[in-house]
């Protein structure tokens, strides 16, 4: 760490706090550089496809976080050694995969969703693939039955035992023609890493197109893969015979700059992220400068600040890519809680996704939650039946509070939320953030935040 890091994060030190808690004194803005690096819900999956080439690969920008650990172990427990190479560069080498020991994998449970992105590489690389329970944020019952009807489609056997699921495919695996429900991001990914090594194509119709999604399928184009996507969302993969390792920089993070950007904007603060890129935040920006933000873009990144004068309420719809990321929504309304007016956010991807709320509500903020969401003259997005909807009414000044955190995105609101508030906060559970968001301590301390840390 450099000395502006380390004497910050020694300052942050105080006895008598336990561990995991972080204790914030609210009412600075945040102001400084910080640097965002490879995206989490693309570096550990790229992490998975590695495992079906003949050949190793090297991921760089790879995020110091504890999901990159979780796909880490699994590789290694299914004989693929990953190598840190150089500061965030992995070497990813499957020439020995073997069968694991379930209690290696069962030990990985509960912590992460990717896991279940190992069903089609082991499928091919094994014959038989064993997959914990899934862990992940409680944002909804998070089911995986677009994945296993897929799976299924490609001719595997799914059997669901009490610890997990093992899937076999006694007669190989075949391309398929499947139709996703929703355009789930997971279920795209499983089937664009089972389809590219099937026999014959794949035809995958309502798809997910985030930017993780095609930065996945330029990785798989690098290794030999063919995969074409339509206009109308529709992906097509011809199976090939076999795949050769990658070398790829991960996509940079865009969730982790939207949650630095809404920091910014709640703490009246200016803060540049490095690494940030335009095109794939523009649905982020346009909402940012409409509830009274301002941003310069940079070749290098993206500094957003807030240029004085009332925030302004807004009427947000999530939606999938490229409408405004169900991400992006949490560290967002806190800013909104500063607004002048009526905001309202619909939550269209999950079904339980405000729960981390009730803090927010706590520390003063006025927000009603409905849970079967509300009609909205202006909206664009066709109503989902599990949809909610945050009615935030500005402006209110938060005070501190002691936290509880409940889920990745929304713990980091809660740091957003306390250092806004007035006064001091307490916050637990904080390693949950870790999860997501590489060196944020170190972050907070580089953008002058005050507060005391025991990791
Ligand atoms: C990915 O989750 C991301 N996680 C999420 O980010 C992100 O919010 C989400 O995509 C939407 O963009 C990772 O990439 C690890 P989905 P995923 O499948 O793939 C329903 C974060 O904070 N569904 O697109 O799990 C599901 O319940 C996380 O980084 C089914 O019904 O999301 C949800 O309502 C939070 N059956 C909707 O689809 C299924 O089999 C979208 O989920 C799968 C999903």
Redesign the pocket.
Same mark, same amino acid.
């Given at each position: 760490m450099n000395s502006l890091v380390t004497d910050a994060h020694k300052a942050g030190k105080r006895v008598g706090l336990t561990s995991d808690q972080i204790v914030i004194r609210g009412g600075k803005p945040l102001e400084g550089r910080i640097e965002v690096r490879g995206a989490? *819900?693309l570096a @550990?999956?790229a992490m998975v496809a590695a495992l079906l080439a003949d050949t190793p690969s090297t991921l760089k920008d790879v995020p110091n976080i504890s999901?990159v650990g979780v796909v880490t172990g699994m590789l290694e427990a299914y004989g693929v050694s990953v190598t840190e190479v150089a500061p965030g560069e992995l070497l990813l080498d499957p020439s020995n995969v073997e069968k694991a020991h379930f209690a290696q994998i069962d030990a990985l449970a509960g912590s992460? =969703? $990717?896991p279940i992105l190992f069903c089609g590489p082991l499928l091919h690389r094994l014959g038989e693939a064993l997959i914990p329970d899934l862990g992940?944020?409680r $944002? #909804? %019952? =998070?089911? $995986?039955?677009?994945?296993? %009807?897929a799976l299924r489609a490609f001719g595997a056997i799914v059997d669901k035992s009490y610890e997990g699921i093992r899937l076999t495919a006694p007669n190989g695996l075949k391309g398929a023609e499947i139709e996703l429900?929703?355009?789930?991001?997971?279920? @795209?990914?499983q089937v664009l890493l089972t389809a590219v090594l099937a026999q014959g194509v794949t035809e995958l119709k309502n798809a997910?197109i985030?930017p993780?999604i095609m930065d996945l399928i330029a990785i798989l184009q690098k290794m030999g893969a063919i995969i074409s996507v339509e206009p109308n969302r529709v992906i097509f993969i011809e199976g090939v015979d076999k795949l050769h390792g990658y070398n790829h920089r991960a996509l940079f993070d865009r *969730?982790e700059a939207a949650s630095w950007a809404s920091a910014a904007l709640a703490t009246e603060g200016d803060i540049f992220v490095g690494g940030a890129k335009q095109s794939e935040l523009m649905t982020f920006l346009n909402i940012f400068r409409k509830a009274g933000g301002a941003f310069d873009i940079h070749e290098d990144g993206i500094r957003f600040y807030h240029p004085g004068g009332p925030l302004k309420p807004v009427v947000v719809e999530t939606d999938?890519?490229p409408g405004f990321? @169900? %991400?992006w929504q949490q560290p967002l309304i806190v800013a909104l809680t500063k607004a002048e007016g009526i905001s309202i956010v619909h939550e269209t991807?999950?079904?339980n996704r405000f729960g981390f709320t009730d803090a927010l509500i706590k520390m003063g903020a006025n927000i009603v939650v409905h849970k079967e969401g509300i009609e909205s003259v202006t909206r664009r997005v066709p109503r989902r039946p599990?949809e909610q909807a945050a009615v935030i009414t500005g402006p209110t000044k938060l005070h501190g509070a002691d936290i509880e955190i409940p889920?990745? =995105?929304g713990g980091f609101s809660h740091l957003i939320a306390a250092l806004t508030a007035e006064g001091e906060s307490t916050i637990s559970n904080v390693g949950i953030i870790s999860r #997501?968001y590489e060196h944020f301590i170190d972050k907070l301390a580089m953008l002058g935040a005050d507060f005391d840390y025991e990791g």
């Open positions: 989490k *819900n @550990t999956k999901d992460s =969703r $990717i992940g944020c $944002i #909804g %019952d =998070r089911p $995986i039955d677009f994945h296993m %009807d429900p929703y355009p789930s991001v997971g279920a @795209t990914e997910a985030e993780e *969730n999938v890519h990321m @169900t %991400d991807v999950y079904e599990l889920d990745l =995105r #997501g």
